[in-house]
């Protein structure tokens, strides 16, 4: 009896033990397993695009979206679509810049290099009831360009958070990662890479919540 005693409460221990291991690295291993192999959630459509002097719009999506990103909500809605230019913590300042030239071309500057990325058209995008107008961008002739939302395969437990809408706050239980990554490449044969990611949360009432983003990389060559 006395055995049987010890072997279960070396199994407990065990089994605790393996809890507070996978409570400390589920995250890491979230991000071990993102950098091999990520699920693809949708494709957007990348040009035409709006800018609005702080954020870029894009979107639709093109094709099939694979499951719901946020909630129940199917497909990509614009408030996901949308994208800035702010870097990550602990300073969240601008990790690129993007500037009108006179030709109405839209260039964005990062590290002491410049990209145009497309030209004015003209028109505007859709907006709600008293929201600015948002100029509409197109891709010059010869480019070619692709914008991918991606989250992570493997999500991670989070215990000890909590999320507070309102009243009625809803524990967070879950989190993943949701990754933004738009490749454009001039005829010219000039590369842009440009990568967005963020934490989702997820809890038993809402399910998966809107993700933040902010701009982790910028390559241009």
Known sequence: MRSILIRGGAALAAA????????????????LVDAVATVRVASLSPSPFGWDGISLQFG??????????????????????GLDLTGPGPLYGPAAEIAVDGEGRLALSAAGKSFVLAAQTGRYLPVDPGDPAMP?????????????????ALAWPTPFEFNFLGIGGTATTWKRHVYYRLSWVKASGARLSMVWAGEQPYDGVNLWRAPGSFLIKVENH
């Open 16 to 31: 605790l033990l393996l809890g507070l291991l996978w409570l400390l690295t589920a995250r890491h291993l979230s991000e």
């Open 60 to 81: 639709p999506p093109i094709g099939d979206v694979s499951e719901d990103l946020v909630g129940q909500m199917p497909g990509i809605d614009p408030q996901f679509r």
């Open 136 to 152: 509409e961008f197109a891709a010059e002739p010869g480019d070619s360009a692709s914008l991918v939302i991606e989250r992570s």
